[in-house]
């Protein structure tokens, strides 16, 4: 039993996540196959470990007991797993991919806090969304955080947090935007492989904006260079807006170097991602920092 570690995991999983339906999403597997590995250990145990009930899952005695040793096991596999990784190689590097929202504003102030959780050192990679699960693909990044899902085979994918887009200035705008508003300003737009781009023009479409009527000045690849093109942007004339992760322009916003709008009775809401090779689902390094982003609260 304690050779078959992957099922102990499972089960620390479940209690974890409070639902095997849970648990099911996080390790990558169907959920039948979490209710098989209960199942072994119950009947290896000759014992009822867990019970389900409509509040979730609760321990019976004797699976209190086994989560208390299994716990113990999990932390000194991680230890040692870490350990044998850096008498191997002793250059080990972590790296992680982000889009660009998420690189250059999201993760910076966790990477150090990261760095702690796995004892060595992080790098990261910034691109486009696709460009970051490409790389996750070919193995060159260890986890990957994206603004849009990129569906692939063999990629696992957790909900992170979620996220706002909002409509910003240099120049004082109103609290609300009405539709017919969105026709009377100058836009800086992101390029059509954006997936801000992309959600923005089907909230408009949704909507009923044309698009196509807009007066758009500019067409930049990246949020930090729309940013740089509205804090630049002339203030004698009608405002120049875009529209960018509130993540991007919070400080500005908080100093007053730019102000935000939203659109009226509408939140352009997006969830962020986690993901990871489910060959690597068991990978200390990897469960660490997904466990840690997990709870911190952005």
């Known amino acids: 039993m304690l050779k078959d570690f992957a099922k102990l995991h499972t089960f620390l999983t479940v209690i974890k996540e409070k639902s095997f339906s849970k648990a099911s999403a996080k390790l990558g597997i169907s959920q039948p196959a979490v209710t ?3 199942k072994f250990i119950e ?3 000759d014992t009822k470990i867990v019970e389900r009930k409509k509040n979730g899952i609760i321990l019976t005695k004797e699976g209190g007991d086994l989560f208390r040793i299994a716990t113990k096991l999990e932390k000194a596999v991680n230890n040692s797993e870490r350990e044998l990784l850096k008498i191997i190689n002793k250059d080990f590097t972590f790296i ?7 690189g250059n504003y999201v993760l910076p102030p966790y990477l150090g806090k990261i760095k702690e959780k796995i004892l060595n050192e992080v790098h990261m990679h910034v691109s486009l ?3 970051i699960i490409d790389q996750l693909e070919n193995k060159q990044i260890d986890v990957a955080l994206i603004e849009s899902p990129c569906l692939r085979e063999g990629i696992i994918y957790r909900e992170w947090v979620e996220d706002e887009l909002v409509v910003f200035s240099n120049q004082p705008l109103p609290r609300y935007l009405k539709l017919e508003d969105m026709y009377k300003l100058d836009w800086v737009c992101r390029d059509e492989q954006s997936h801000t781009r992309k959600l923005t023009s089907e909230v408009f ?4 904006v044309d698009c196509s009527s807009f007066n758009v000045i500019g067409v930049v690849a990246t949020p930090t ?3 740089e093109a509205i804090i630049n942007a002339p203030k004698d004339a009608r405002p120049t807006v875009s529209i960018v992760s509130r993540h991007v322009v919070a400080n500005e916003i908080a100093n007053g170097t730019l102000y935000e709008s939203r659109i009226k009775n509408f939140k352009i809401a ?3 991602y986690i993901a990871y090779l489910k060959e690597r689902k068991h990978d200390a390094f990897v469960d660490n920092v997904v466990s840690y982003l997990l709870s911190i609260k952005i």
């Open 225 to 227: 260079a729309i940013k």
């Open 270 to 272: 997006r969830n962020f």
């Open 43 to 45: 009947e290896y145990l």
């Open 96 to 102: 992680m991919g982000a889009s660009y929202t998420i």
């Open 129 to 131: 969304s696709a460009d």
């Open 36 to 38: 098989q590995q209960i």
């Open 205 to 208: 479409e949704e909507l009923g």
